[in-house]
């Protein structure tokens, strides 16, 4: 990144995409996100272990969103997924982006999450650009971005052999 450091309000202004604040900023959004969802998940985990009751319960009482019946039916019937899942699956997203490990499969997880949080907001009590949405944008910029191979594992695992041999496992990592 450069700019006028003479003039800061200068009009001359050049971002540099492959430069290193551009990769400092990239890693620190992933870990950020990834404590994030570390946290939400890993303190379910501390508080219910997996049974998170609150998962399927909270889905049996969204009869006027957005999505309609659909999550009061998966709170009735997938509550064996969910109560289990949620904090499974919060905690195990965050810590692949905090070590950025398969980040963009991890972050397609976060996408899901944030997507059926986004959609099945109680009719968008706080709007349509709330924090769900903030959050499943942090995602797709990870994958879109590929957040891993900055100071991330995916940038040594896509070294490897083997991973060089299945060029289709890039889609998974970075």
């Known amino acids: 990144m450069s700019y006028q450091a003479t003039n800061p309000l200068g009009e001359a202004f050049e971002l540099e995409l492959d430069g290193p604040w551009t990769a400092y900023w990239l890693a620190m959004l992933r870990v950020l996100t990834g404590w994030w969802f570390f946290h939400a998940g890993v303190t379910k985990l501390i508080e219910d272990g997996l049974n998170f009751a609150y998962g399927p319960a909270y889905m049996q009482q969204m009869t006027g969103t957005a999505l309609g019946p659909i999550p ?9 997924l969910i109560a289990p899942g949620v904090p499974l699956f ?4 965050g810590l692949a982006l905090i070590a950025g490990a398969l980040t963009r499969l991890a972050a397609f997880g976060g996408v899901v999450f944030m997507t059926l949080f986004w ?16 959050g499943l944008l942090l995602f797709v910029t990870m994958i879109v971005l ?17 991973v060089r041999q299945r060029p289709r496992l890039k889609y998974l990592l970075g």
């Open 119 to 134: 959609v099945g907001n109680a009719g968008f009590g706080h709007g349509l650009v709330n924090s769900d949405f903030m």
């Open 72 to 80: 009061v039916w998966m709170g009735n019937n997938l509550a064996w």
């Open 146 to 162: 590929g957040t891993g191979r900055y100071y991330g594992l995916d940038a040594i695992i896509e070294k490897m052999e083997f």
């Open 90 to 93: 919060e905690t195990l997203i």
